[in-house]
């Protein structure tokens, strides 16, 4: 485990969190004057391998060569010059750092980091962060990757937790959650909305399992599977093809069948390795879901008449209703949609998420 310091004055910057992947959702732009909750977990970080925020090249600008060569094969609106490497964290587990006022950029109802850094170290003056919290963005800190370096601490680093551990450990993604907006002149509007980290989740996928379509249907199983991904796979898809089949596949579920081309299978939350079957399912298109969201297709929670803990009196059921569905039909981030869709090498398809 380590600390991240200040590279002109040492100064300590953070608490001493533990890496993690980066969320599917880091960089997602949710709607338009609703409040988003913080992104990381506190004790976390994350880091962006690519490049993120100013200066900012249009796609016109850039040579196809050196587009290929940064892991981008079809056009973008932008790529970014900043340098690759960022780091996020919780707001938090910030330490030893000031607000510049002058570098407000955003001011909707927050903070959005677009005139740079806008948090600089308390010693020595250095900026060397970008705290995000304007509406529709994810709350966060983004700790610059040339400004901040790492320093080791005394505690030592848990192991990763298994497939098995996770698994039995781990907390499934609602698909639902309750959506608030900014300044309500009659109070908290709140309403019940498929949640932004599936849409983000399913932006991702989305475009993996068209490049795995090999310009032929795909069909999905029935369910919530179906009702996320169907619609747009027929949208975006041509009939009459012979189908290739995506099923639902991962740590303690059977075997996948031979008749899987695809499967849909988690990420592992600490270290970003996506899940690999063995025997001949291993030739299948492996699709990555984060963890919680491929927690819960796995295991939906069920609805229980009784507090999963604690007690009620005998004879009585809990009389609160299920959490609302949503009232609009599931939409694919188009955001994680398009980013993906332009890393990867063989596509088919058209960059609109149905």
Excluded at 36 to 61: C, H, I, K, N, Y
Excluded at 187 to 209: D, Y
Excluded at 248 to 277: N, S
Excluded at 292 to 300: E, H, K, M, R, T
Aim: net charge negative.
């Amino acid at each position: 485990m380590f600390v991240f310091l200040c590279t002109r004055c040492d100064a300590m910057l953070t608490a001493p969190p533990s890496q993690v992947a980066l969320p599917v959702h880091a960089h997602q732009q949710y709607g338009n004057g609703l409040q988003l909750p913080v992104l990381m977990e506190s004790g976390t970080f994350a880091v962006d391998a690519e490049p993120w925020g100013r200066p900012w090249r249009t796609w016109e600008e850039i040579d196809p060569d050196e587009a290929a060569a940064r892991g981008v094969y079809a056009p973008v609106h932008a790529l970014s010059d900043a340098a690759p490497g960022a780091i996020v964290i919780a707001p938090g587990d910030a330490r030893g750092t000031m607000l510049i006022p002058e570098k407000g950029g955003g001011y909707c109802c927050g903070l959005d980091g677009g005139d740079g850094p806008n948090m600089a170290c308390e010693a020595c003056g250095l900026p060397v962060a970008s705290r995000i919290d304007d509406c529709s963005l994810w709350q966060a800190v983004w700790l610059a990757a040339d400004a901040v370096r790492r320093h080791p601490v005394h505690d030592a680093d848990a192991a990763p937790l298994s497939w098995a551990e996770l698994t039995a450990r781990g907390k499934g993604t609602p698909p639902f959650e309750p959506i608030t907006t900014w300044g309500s002149r009659l109070g908290v509007n709140r309403w019940w909305s498929w949640s932004p980290r599936w849409e983000a989740a399913a932006g991702r996928a989305l475009a993996h399992l068209l490049a795995a379509s090999e310009g032929r249907p795909v069909t999905v199983p029935d369910g919530l599977i179906a009702e996320v991904f169907r619609r747009a796979l027929d949208a975006l898809l041509p009939a009459g093809p012979p189908a290739r089949h995506a099923v639902l596949a991962g740590p303690g579920r059977p075997a996948p069948g031979a008749d899987a081309d695809i499967l849909l299978v988690p990420t592992h939350p600490q270290t970003g390795e996506t899940w690999a079957p063995a025997g001949p399912a291993a030739s299948a298109y492996p699709v990555p879901l984060p963890f919680g969201v491929w927690l819960w297709l796995a295991s939906p929670e069920p609805y229980l008449p009784v507090p999963a803990s604690g007690g009620m009196p005998d004879g009585v059921l809990r009389d609160d209703p299920h959490a609302p569905r949503p009232r609009h039909l599931f939409r694919a981030d188009q955001g994680a949609f398009q980013h993906t869709l332009a890393r990867l090498r063989s596509t088919t398809c058209g960059t609109s998420a149905g």
